[in-house]
């Protein structure tokens, strides 16, 4: 499957998420064609892969059954139309800063998500 076909460029990324925003492509042809690549075959572009994991993820509903995505109202999912439009805006932001200093750009992500964990840590007393 994921082997034989060479992984989408930002542009490609960029152009499934424009569909999923317009309505021209469901959550779950979104999910279906990301998943072609996440986790079956490396990506050597990083912000190629975190698109593939957003548009993977649209998909996830807060039913019964929430790892799989199903035929439902946009009610049931647990990612808003709203914040799929804030996360491609963001995504955006940040190939262009990946782009002018990738170095930078992984110490800043990093340096967040250390912070992040950190106060999940005073806020549950263990840290």
Known sequence: MADHIPPPSRDDVAA???ALIDGNMTREDIHAWAAQWVGNVPISDPMVDTALLYLHGFGLTVGPNP???TDR???DYLHSDQDIVLAFERWQAD???YDTDPERFRREKRAAAQAYLERERR???TG
């Open 73 to 75: 109202t946009g009610d």
């Open 95 to 97: 190939c262009t800063k």
């Open 123 to 125: 806020e549950k007393g």
């Open 16 to 18: 499934r998420w424009r």
């Open 67 to 69: 790892s799989h995505p």
